[in-house]
């Protein structure tokens, strides 16, 4: 290749590269122009310890999934979830809150390769996908991961296709492929019992993780921009503690 051929090619990246940083808003210019529409530090206490009491209007999947065997406590100031022996589904830990763009902000402590799934739902979208399941953002020891569940593994044609026993080899392939363009996964230092601080930002199509104050990544996907994500779940598989949640909208 040519000099002149190769700074043909290279000028305009260079100048897409510097578009983006400048239309890039930081976390912190969002949350200050933006609308604080939830938070908790989960200070406070249970009045039963034998029981899931959280307050602030959280629900757990306990009974339902894990014989009714407490999944979730309060413990010094912090919420710790830790999945049941008995369950025969991942802990999920709700909160209803309804939110298009926005930020979220949390603390997260994993303990084990699972980590967390930091999931999004809407119930009113059972129709296109399943269980109104939108988008995930997964924290595990060393990567970060951003899921389109609607338009992806969740949207209802593909779920039904993925249980069909008849599928060919070929078939199977051809929708893992599919898939795997609906999700985005990110190298990120997120280490096995130490503390770290997470940004998930929605802004249209695009979903943007930082950890610890550095960018780790952004994913563009149409499921991504749902307008309605009426819910959001901490979903664990193993234990994982959790604190200082603070969600800004940016409608």
Known sequence: MSPTSFYRLLIPLLLATIAATLHADSPESLIQRGKLVFSDDFNRAEQDDSKEQLGK????????????VKQADLENGQLVITMAKVADHSTSIRHDI?????????KLQVFDKYGLKFN??????????????????VFKPGSIQIQDD???VFDLEIFAKR??????????????AFVDTKQRTFDAPLEIGRWHEAIIVFQGPECAVYLDGKRIGSF?????DHKVKQNFALGVTGKVIVDDI???SLD
């Open 163 to 176: 249980r069909e026993k008849s599928l060919s080899t070929k078939e199977q392939a051809a929708i893992k």
């Open 150 to 152: 609607k338009t992806g």
């Open 220 to 224: 563009s996907s149409p499921g991504l």
């Open 98 to 106: 309804a939110l298009d763009d926005g930020v979220i902000r949390f």
């Open 246 to 248: 603070l969600v800004w």
């Open 57 to 68: 209007q959280w629900v757990t999947n306990s009974a339902s999934r894990a014989q009714g």
């Open 120 to 137: 999004f739902n809407d119930p009113t979208a059972r129709d296109v996908s399943w269980a109104g399941h939108i988008s995930r953002v």
